[in-house]
């Protein structure tokens, strides 16, 4: 059965020369990156780490940012490395159809498979990086968490002595602009806008769909479960992404059982 809707899939993003991808937090748990809020998901076993995405309690509770570093600490430590799914999309890229990947992922591991910077939109921020909440200066991620690992577990600027956060948009902070401006600017213009591991629930962002829909693009979404979108789908393809994924985006069609 679900044979049929990838190579039904395949056919449109083979016939497609301008595609759009979305895709969230799905694409990454067969990296081993656990959702938030599933059964498994990190803020279900440990509700007290939720605080640490909000910018209120994150400004005001050094102990929610001391738990925040020592989050992250624990997560480069797994070393989650990019799957075939993320494959499938430097693929893609290659083939010369991807115009712009949008991910609500903060993990990286797009640019870790390959995948162009340039045509990446991290509409929800990186890991990668920190940023100062005074004066704005970014940094590389790694050289504040050997900071922490030292002692100083509530590391501070070092230009200007205020705040840092990872660069990812925390709850009750606003997305930059340009980032989303770009993401429904590209979706207006795809001629297939493929949405991949997103429950298309998280709002405006999963907009991309329906903006694409009514521009008269073809739309694929590759998911595990339901989405919101699934009605406006061309098809859906249920199932693993990491083994979905290659398929969808195969030119030759040898990747489809
Ligand atoms: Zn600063």
């Not at 990446?120 to 940094?139: A, D, F, N, P």
């Amino acid at each position: 059965m679900v044979a049929t809707e990838i190579e039904t899939a395949r056919r449109l993003v083979l016939g497609s020369a301008r595609v759009v991808v979305l895709t969230g937090a799905g694409i990454s748990t067969d990296s081993g990156i656990p959702d938030f809020r599933g059964p498994n998901g990190l803020w279900t076993k440990n509700p007290k780490a939720e605080l640490t995405s909000n910018i209120g309690y994150y400004v005001s509770d050094p102990e929610i940012r001391r738990l925040a570093w020592q989050g992250r600490i624990a997560w480069m430590e797994r070393r989650p490395e990019p799957n075939p799914g993320h494959l499938a999309l430097v693929a893609l890229e290659r083939q010369g159809r991807l115009d712009t990947l949008v991910t609500q992922n903060i993990d990286g591991l797009h640019q870790a498979a390959g995948s162009d910077p340039s045509r990446v939109v991290e509409i929800h921020g990186t890991m990668r990086e920190v940023v100062c909440l005074s004066c704005g200066e970014r940094q590389p991620t790694d050289p504040v968490l050997d900071r922490v690992r030292s002692g100083d577990d509530d590391p501070t600027c070092l230009a200007c002595g205020g705040l840092l956060k990872s660069a990812t948009i925390s709850f009750g902070q606003s997305l930059v602009q340009a980032d989303l401006d770009r993401a429904l600017g590209a979706a207006s213009v795809a001629d297939l806008l493929l949405a991949v591991g997103s429950t298309l629930s998280v709002y405006p962002v999963a907009h991309m769909v329906p903006i694409a829909y009514e521009a008269g693009a073809r739309v694929v979404i590759v998911n595990a479960g339901p989405t919101d979108f699934d009605r406006l789908a061309d098809v859906v393809v249920r199932g693993s992404i990491s083994e979905a994924l290659p398929a969808v985006v195969a030119e030759d069609g040898a990747g489809v059982e």
